[in-house]
């Protein structure tokens, strides 16, 4: 079974400067893909960036990169020059196997505050 | 764009009363649709996966009768809470994916429900 493991309950950090939220995952399967979303207090979750298990490189989108460690079976999201609007709930999540990879498992999630 | 619609976005009525909940995706194809629970500083908890044309798939533990899952267009996918009590009171939010291994799914803006 897949799990994905946060260990960071919550984080703070100043504005205009790097954070890195952390995420190991366990499967025993060799494709997976590996997601990361944004929860704002008002609700909504929303699609950070991706990371396949085949990917030779790590993922980047603006902002937010991907620290892939396949071998640590990490995935750690960066975010880079923090704004006070990054103040949110961040979780890690894995799409299951090639057979049933519309499932997706989340992790307890990460409490972003962003002093200014 | 992945813009997925749900609504309402607030729900408040007697105990009893069943809620339906509309999840549209508004500018794709949704081969599958999600439905989770999220309780106060939790994670996601899935309830089900709905695929068009075809019967719901429950999470262990979710009753069937009470979570009535109906996904009758690529586009459109219903939750409904029969006979609600206050212990389904709780946040729900669907999420909508397209076909596709390294595709994300995308999220509604969930719905707050309040039973008294």
């Known amino acids: 079974a897949q799990k994905i493991t946060q260990t960071q309950p919550g984080m703070f950090v100043q504005e205009k400067e790097a954070v890195t939220l952390d995420c190991t995952y366990d499967t025993s399967d060799p494709s997976y893909g590996l997601f990361w979303y944004k929860q704002p207090s008002s609700g909504e979750m929303i699609f950070l960036i991706y990371q396949g298990s085949y990917d030779q490189q790590n993922a980047t989108e603006g902002r937010y990169s991907l620290n892939f460690q396949k071998a640590r079976k990490s995935a750690n999201l960066v975010i880079s020059a923090s704004q006070l609007g990054d103040s949110a709930m961040y979780f890690c999540?894995?799409?299951?196997?090639?057979?049933?990879?519309?499932?997706?498992?989340f992790g307890p999630g990460t409490r972003l505050s962003v002093l200014p | 764009g992945a813009v997925v619609s749900q609504h309402p976005s607030w729900v408040i009525c007697k105990s009893g009363t069943s809620v339906k909940i509309e999840c549209r995706s508004l500018d794709f194809q949704a081969t599958t649709m999600f439905w989770y629970r999220q309780f106060p500083k939790q994670s996601l908890m899935l309830m089900a996966t709905s695929n068009e044309g075809s019967k719901a798939t429950y999470e262990q533990g979710v009753e069937k009768d009470k979570f009535l899952i109906n996904h009758a267009s690529l586009t459109l996918s219903t939750l409904t809470v029969t006979s609600a009590h206050p212990e389904d009171s709780s946040f729900y939010i669907c999420?909508?994916?397209?076909?596709?291994?390294?595709?994300?799914?995308?999220f509604g803006d969930g719905t707050r429900l309040s039973i008294l």
């Open positions: 999420s909508a994916k397209r076909q596709g291994l390294s595709q994300p799914q995308h």
């Open positions: 999540a894995m799409r299951g196997p090639d057979n049933y990879g519309q499932n997706f498992v």
